[in-house]
């Protein structure tokens, strides 16, 4: 083994950098640099839409161990913009268990997608907690880093920015249940704002027919199906930005459930009168504990996002364990799931509209399987037609597959 | 949910001694339940036998008994206490089974004694394997398939239903004991025999094999509003068929996707529920097929366990903390994370590092052994490696290990690709020798089943070494990583997202700039350096010192920094100390520690006396370094280690000691020996705990011995089981063994001004030739006279002040009938007895010598009397015994001699030194028959002394049967004896008898190499079937006494350490 040299580093807009060997498709990438606690799932990361725009810091150091396949993929491509690891390893050859089906460095590079490894990410973590997120990029070394600066600079901040145009689809999409439940599944409109597949997946496994919308589609489309329910994606970017969605789901609030996970939990809440902010570092693992209020049990749950919900009177954090509400537009809102880590908004339910969301990601993917059972109400909810209320009653645990722990 | 005001005392079993598959991890996790419940408000009551252990130390119990953990002695603490629940699930198997039996027996229910943590039924459900296996089907969970034997009727069904190979695992039994794999059908029913015999309810499950499969282990917390939390996940290298305390292990797991991982996570959540463990932390253990995504469970540990303790110190979270405030009905929301302070105990930790554990293990101190791994714990400690990579982490590991050899490969390929194809201790060192040679992954897969993610992670591992040993050289961890340096990173549960506020940092080498994360205020430190991995000879004891030190020198206004790698202990809490360092004790490591340490803030120096022979090595190199070494100094070491020294220091002196010769050669050896006399004690110069130390009784004994260590070349290899030595600088040592002596032990404080004060003096029950840590001893000496304890003071305060001690000192004498006090050797730092007499006389004797160590007198100390043994006044008598691990090693001789053994030891407390020695017994789990039949077979110079003892036990009305000449000796002196074959007179014969169950007692003394080889089967057997088993006169007179005492039907009483000391406060 030859000389360790850089060949490549990371540059923060702030001008701290960081060596490292590059290890993904030779090029430069820029955009806002996060960081993701998950220790495994690296592969559901980087093509997880919501990373549009992102490159993504994995603490944990070794990542690549089990290669890639198919059944990984969160959508049909990667979407972060850079992978920066302390020890990717290639290792497609391992054949180990399950389905590899190849190396993760050759796949990135494959994909065009710079990475860099051997980079001390505990170090770059620390600083973008103690600074926030911001932006960066990934260099080659023969960049110079005056270059790589004007690079950062031509780069447009997180904040403001409408991602979700760029990683919606162009057309109307139809999926059928995977599974059947009962004799017909509930049909649901979905505004695909940069949607995962699990989603799509875990809705569909419980006999649902999934029509999948750009995100730029009108209400009229959207109700042209006549779906049961619409439902709102994850996705990447700034929520502010994305009135013309939030305008689509004002029309819709009312006349139909809607339900919303991370990007469209705070498009919901923007649609009903509350607001959003941007939150230092964001939320990215697989590991913070989530309280549902209405069961007092804690969720050991899967995040990924950058923005929040203000609380009741535009607080940041709310500091006890109940269901506070707001007064939107549309009635009272009712606090129903806080994150004990920091204590910030985690889902709420409409009390006089049907309608609830959350801001984290009870499909896993990766991460915990604690709330799917979000999953089983959520559908339940729509088929019971006439439902004036969803996701408040309390249904205990159950599991995903609808077997009893 | 707030804690619970209904319970006001809680009773907490430990673990009693260390034994192989129960350690120190449970001093640490029982600690640490004591101390939360004690801030909580809760009285708690201790009983544990074992007296190296923090929390029987006074303050951190409202009440400790240092009392047989025994389901009878228990119930007379429980009478006594009347405690308002039992906490079982704290201290290991031990506690459990304890437990257990009190509720089936009723006596719970009488005294309204409530079991918290988890419940009869959920202990029932998890151990009894059939129960299990239900369990498991009804939760629709899969497990290999198996039957249910309890009899010897099931072989044949087994057999039949399962085939070979086939698992044998017995219920309730720890680290696998009495399990094991069959491979052939001979082999069958004794091994369904002998698991039978180990269950304690007689059930094994014969199981289909799932050898090679990866084993994945989960630790789980639940709390009582049933919030789940997987702290951790361990993968272990060695995939399935080789027990996971045996493994070499990795967290978290490495191999798994997502979705797998998120299966077991599910699985393992499904597993804790479906038992029932209402709170607190359990440990699952699964098998995953490496071809499919097949899934099965092995097995669940309802209490804290060796992993738990293991998951704890690699990530952060402290597992055993939080089940004890979880059992007094707290959830986990409400507890907050210690580490974070910010973040409540509701989530799962994130690392950021790898972790890497290694077990050491013992072989080569048991000669004759199976050395193979299987599904039964053999290892003793294991050392725990903290990396930024798996790369790092593992190369750290392997120097952790601290092995006095490294393992030596066959030069020969198939030789080599033969051996790893078997798990073994060495397995990893010929594995990365394979690979060195060029062997590739896929060969190396093919042999070892071990999955190529780690092969290829070694593979490249060993080439970046080039020709550096990774065990042994800091180049694997280094090379290959890049320029840049060696930094400090913190251990913080959250991968930084978080600021975390508790120091605990391991070393990594990572890019420039390289900043270190340590931060310290400017309070000078004080480096601890701790005992690394535990392992025979150097055990539990030393860290018990460490941790005494660190508590010290936080109490003195120093920051107490702790260096050490064990992940069982006390001392890797992050709570003992200031900053911990979790890093190899390798004299680079450390010296990145002190360098760390002294930036900053001043570093006043490194204590080196605590933590056994590991930090004495490294004292040299420190001080070279410029790095000040508290108390003693390293002259003085030299002067007491070096034997050529010590043994002109002692002539000045004008103190006796063996005739001795010290040899360079064989030749020389051989030459030397009639000088000196026989017997001999003979063994190298680089020994450590006795190893290879034999007695030997003629030149021709002696040429024997130096064939078979290897001084004179029998064959190019050595056997295997004996050290393979470098060639160069050898010397062999040469001792005139003392025979028929008593040895004592003493324990002292000196001071820089010359001030001594003797804190204990322990006479041993065998005598001398049984190496001290494997001796039974009694404080004070019961049979010692004034004058000659006075010459033994006398005597100890010259070499303390000869030697220049400043702290601690260790002197071993033997007295010899007719010419009288020796000494036999003077170790300048903390012996394995400090914490025995530190419970003995109720004063901390660690915490002293680090006080003189930190500039005090010892007239400053404020110490009673002229010393400790008249200090515990005569209030009671203590007595220490230790525990030995034969049973783990079939095939080894279990006779005791001049090389450590045992691993681990208890004491026994009590007014008279029968009862306390009877009580030592009995918490050994040797109990002592009160009638039946004992055999007695000694050597010719015992028999009129065997007479006294079989006098007293005909008296009692023990039936009395020898071997020919023994029981013609006994009809002379006019006792009954009936007389028996010896082995080779035909059978039905003695060991015929001892396996019929006939024999309650065996006295066996021998002599000679012809008499140790026929009392080979004797004791074996004895041992196998858990018969008190005694190869000294001395233990035989002692055991005699108790017998004697126990058969007037007295039930010894149960004494408090809290009451001892106020009466010792009284008395004097
Ligand atoms: N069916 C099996 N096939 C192969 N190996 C097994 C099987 N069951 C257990 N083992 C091995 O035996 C070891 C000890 O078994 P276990 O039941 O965990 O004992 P203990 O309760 O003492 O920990 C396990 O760690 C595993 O490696
Ligand atoms: N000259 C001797 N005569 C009799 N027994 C001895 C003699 N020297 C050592 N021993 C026995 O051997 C044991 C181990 O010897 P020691 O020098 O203490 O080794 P270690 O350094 O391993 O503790 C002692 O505890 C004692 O029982
Ligand atoms: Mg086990
Ligand atoms: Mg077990």
């Known amino acids: 083994m030859s000389s360790r040299d850089a060949t490549a580093y990371v540059l923060l807009e702030d001008g701290t950098r960081f060596d490292g060997l590059a290890c993904g498709a030779d090029e430069a990438a820029v955009g806002e640099i996060v960081f993701t606690t998950s220790m495994a799932g690296y592969q ?19 990542i690549g161990n089990y290669g890639v396949s198919e059944e990984a993929m969160e959508s049909d491509r990667i979407h972060a913009r850079a992978a920066i690891m302390r020890a990717g390893v290639d290792r497609g050859d391992a054949a180990g268990r399950g389905s590899i089906e190849g190396g993760w460095l050759a796949w990135l590079r494959d994909c065009g997608v710079p990475a860099i490894t051997d980079l001390d990410t505990r170090a770059l973590v620390r600083h973008i907690r103690d600074a926030g997120a911001m932006r960066g990029g990934v260099f080659p070394v023969r960049l110079a880093e005056a270059r790589a600066r004007e690079l950062i600079e031509a780069e447009p901040a997180m904040g403001g920015r409408d991602l979700a145009r760029e990683v919606t689809r162009t057309a109307r999409l139809t999926l059928g249940p995977t599974a059947r439940h009962g004799n017909d599944g509930p049909r649901i409109a979905m505004i695909d704002t940069g949607v995962k597949r699990s989603i799509v997946g875990n809705l569909r496994s419980r006999g649902a027919t999934v029509e999948l919308h750009p995100c730029t589609a009108g209400a009229a489309e ?88 203000l609380g009741p009177g535009g607080a940041r954090t709310i500091d006890v364990d109940e269901p506070v509400r707001w ?79 | 949910m707030p804690k619970r005001t209904d319970i006001h005392k809680i009773l907490l079993i430990g673990s009693g001694p260390i034994v192989i598959g129960q350690a120190a991890e449970f001093d640490y996790s029982g600690t640490q339940a004591c101390r939360v419940l004690m801030e909580e408000g809760y009285e708690v009551v201790l009983v544990n036998s074992n007296p190296a252990t923090i929390m029987t130390d006074p303050e951190v119990a409202t009440t400790t008994y240092i009392e047989p953990l025994l389901p009878a002695t228990v119930a007379q603490v429980i009478e006594r206490e009347q405690p308002d629940a039992l906490l079982p699930t704290l201290g290991g198997q031990t506690a459990l089974n304890v437990a257990k039996a009190l509720h089936e027996d009723g006596t719970l229910h009488r005294h309204g004694v409530e079991l918290i943590g988890a419940d009869y039924e959920a202990i029932d459900r998890a151990e009894d394997r059939d129960r299990f ?100 996940s361990i993968e272990n290298l060695d995939p399935m068929g080789v027990h996971t305390g045996d493994s070499v ?137 903290i990396g930024r990579t798996f790369k790092q982490a593992f190369a750290k590991a392997l120097r952790s290990r601290e092995l006095d050899s490294l393992p030596v490969s066959p030069d020969d390929d198939d030789a080599l690709l033969d051996l790893i194809a078997r798990p073994g201790a060495e397995r990893f060192d010929h594995l990365l020798e394979a690979l060195r040679r060029g062997h590739s992954v896929a060969t190396v897969h093919q042999r070892t089943s071990i999955h190529p993610w780690f092969l290829h992670e070694l593979a490249e ?137 002294a930036a900053g803030a001043p570093l006043e120096g490194v204590i080196v006396q605590f933590g056994g022979q590991t930090p004495l090595r490294l004292a040299a190199g420190l001080s070279a370094a410029g790095i000040p070494i508290l108390g003693t100094g390293i002259d003085a070491i030299d002067l007491a280690e070096d034997r050529g020294r010590f043994g002109a220091l002692l002539d000045r002196l004008g103190y006796q000691a063996p005739p001795y010769a010290t040899a360079g050669s064989a030749e020389e050896a051989l030459g030397k020996a009639p000088g000196v006399g026989f017997p001999l004690l003979v063994r190298p110069s680089y020994v450590l705990g006795g190893r290879a130390m034999e007695i030997v009784y003629s030149l021709d004994g002696l040429r024997d011995y130096l064939q078979r260590t290897g001084h004179i070349a029998a064959s190019r290899r050595s056997p295997p089981g004996e050290l393979a030595m470098p060639a160069e600088g050898r010397h062999i040592f040469l001792d005139r063994f003392l025979e028929a002596s008593i040895e004592v032990d003493v324990d002292a404080l000196c001071d820089a001004d010359g001030g001594v004060w003797i804190a204990g003096i322990m006479q041993h029950v065998e005598e001398a030739g049984i190496h001290s840590g494997d001796s039974a001893c009694v404080l004070p000496p019961h049979s010692l006279g004034e004058e000659m304890l006075e010459q033994i003071r006398v005597q100890t305060t010259g070499i303390a002040k000869a030697l220049g001690v400043v702290g601690l000192l260790n002197v071993q004498f033997a007295i010899h009938s007719t010419a009288g006090l020796h000494v036999i050797e003077a170790n300048p730092r903390a012996s394995r007895t400090v914490p025995f007499v ?92 009160t009638s039946g039949t004992v055999f007695l077979t000694v050597a010719d110079g015992d028999k009129t002394a065997a007479g006294g003892i079989a006098t007293t036990l005909h008296d009692l009305g023990f039936e009395i049967i020898a071997t020919r000449g023994t029981a013609q000796a006994l009809s002379r002196m006019g006792i009954p004896a009936r007389a028996i074959n010896k082995l080779g007179e035909g059978s039905p014969h003695v060991v015929d008898c001892i396996e019929r169950g006939e024999v309650d007692l065996v006295i066996n003394t021998p002599v ?60 004097s």
């Not at chain 1, 559901?44 to 070794?62: H, R």
């Not at chain 2, 002998?194 to 094999?209: H, K, M, N, T």
């Not at chain 2, 797991?253 to 597993?271: C, E, F, G, N, S």
């Not at chain 2, 400090?488 to 940092?505: H, I, L, M």
């Open chain 2, 133 to 232: 296996r239900e369990t498991m089907a009804r939760a629709g969970l899969r497990t290999p398939r198996s039957i249910i034997a309890t009899s010897l009727l099931d072989v044949d069904r087994g057999a039949r239903e399962i085939g070979l190979p086939m698992i044998i695992r017995p219920a309730f039994t720890l680290g696998g004991t009495g399990g094991g794999v069959v491979h052939r059908e001979a082999d069958l029913e004794p091994m369904v025999a002998r698991g039978l015999e180990a269950s304690p309810i007689g059930q094994v499950l014969l199981e289909e094999s799932v050898l090679g499969w990866g084993e994945f282990e989960l630790e789980v917390m639940r709390d009582r509003t049933d919030n789940v939390v997987i702290v951790c």
């Open chain 1, 327 to 405: 007064e939107t537009d549309f009635g009272a809102a009712e606090l129903t799931h806080i994150n004990l880590y920091d204590r910030t908004v985690e889902g709420l339910t409409l009390r006089e509209v049907p309608g609830a969301t959350v801001q984290y990601h009870p499909e896993a993917s990766p991460g915990p399987h604690d709330s799917l059972y979000l999953f089983d109400r959520f559908v339940d909810a729509v088929r019971s037609a006439g439902a004036d209320r969803i996701g408040g009653s309390p249904r205990g645990r159950s599991s995903g597959n609808g077997e009893d722990n």
């Open chain 2, 249 to 385: 292990c990795v967290a978290p797991q490495q191999t798994l996707t997502d979705k797998q991982y998120q299966a077991l996570r599910d699985q393992a959540i499904k597993v804790i529920r479906a038992v029932g463990v209402e709170t607190g932390g359990s440990n699952v253990q699964f098998a995953v097929n490496p071809r499919s995504d097949e899934i099965v469970v092995i097995e669940m540990n309802p209490r804290v366990s060796r992993s738990s303790a293991l998951a704890s110190k690699a990530t952060g979270f402290p597992i055993a903390k939080i089940a004890a405030r979880l059992a007094v009905g707290y959830t986990l929301q409400e507890i907050p994370n210690d580490i974070t302070r910010a973040t409540p105990a509701s989530f799962e930790p994130a690392i950021d590092y790898c972790v890497v554990k290694w077990p050491r293990f013992a072989f080569e101190k048991f000669p004759g052994a199976e050395p193979g791994l299987t599904t039964h714990m053999k290892s003793v400690g294991e050392a725990m490696a």
């Open chain 1, 222 to 309: 959207l109700l042209a199906g006549d779906p049961d329910a619409i439902f709102l994606a994850n996705g990447p970017g700034d929520p502010a930005a994305l009135d013309y969605v939030v305008d689509t789901i004002r029309q819709l609030v009312g006349r139909l459930p809607v339900y919303g996970i991370c990007l469209g939990h705070q498009l919901l809440c923007r649609a009903v009168g509350l607001d959003t902010y941007k939150l230092p570092f964001g939320h990215h693992g697989s590991n913070h504990p989530v309280k549902d209020l209405s069961t007092g049990i804690t969720e050991i749950t899967s995040q990924n996002h950058g923005f929040a919900v």
């Open chain 2, 1008 to 1067: 000679g190499t012809g008499a140790r080889a026929d009392g080979y089967e004797i004791r074996a057997a004895a041992i196998a079937r858990r018969i008190p088993c005694i190869t000294t006169l001395a233990g035989g007179v002692a055991a005699a006494r108790a017998i004697a005492v126990a058969a007037r039907g007295a039930r010894p009483e149960v004494i408090s350490l809290q009451e001892l000391y106020t009466d010792r406060a009284e008395v």
């Open chain 1, 44 to 62: 559901e990361a980087v093509t997880d839409p919501s990373y549009a725009g992102q490159l993504i810091t994995f603490t944990y150091p070794q």
């Open chain 2, 838 to 929: 530190s419970k003995a006389i109720g004063l901390p004797l660690a915490k002293l010598a680090c006080r003189i160590m930190l500039g005090e007198r010892v007239g400053e100390l404020d110490l009673p009397g002229p010393d400790g043994t008249r200090a515990q006044g005569a209030g009671h008598v203590c007595v220490k015994e230790v525990v030995l691990p034969f049973d783990r090693f079939a095939g080894a001789d279990s006779l005791l001699g001049p090389e450590m053994r045992s691993t681990g030891e208890v004491m026994g407390i009590a007014r008279d030194f029968p009862t306390a020695f009877a009580k030592a017994q009995a918490a050994a789990g040797l109990r002592l028959p």
């Open chain 2, 461 to 597: 591992l060993v080439e970046s070494a080039g020709a550096d040993s990774i065990a042994s050289s800091p180049g694997g961890e280094r090379r290959g990583e890049f320029a840049g340096g060696l930094t400090f990173k913190s251990v913080d549960t959250c991968a930084a997202e978080f600021a975390a506020t508790t120091p605990y940092y391991y070393s990594s080498w990572e890019r420039a700039p390289a900043v270190s994360e340590v931060v310290r205020g400017d309070r000078p430190s004080v480096v601890i350096l701790g005992s690394g991995p535990n392992r025979i000879g150097q055990g539990i004891e030393f860290d018990y010192c460490c941790v005494h030190a660190a508590q010290t020198v936080r109490e003195q206004g120093r920051d107490a920094v702790m260096v050490n790698c064990n992940p069982e202990t006390v001392s890797t809490d992050y709570d003992t100390s200031d900053r911990l360092y979790f890093e190899p004790l390798t004299l680079e490591h450390v010296l990145a520690v002190c360098e760390q340490e």
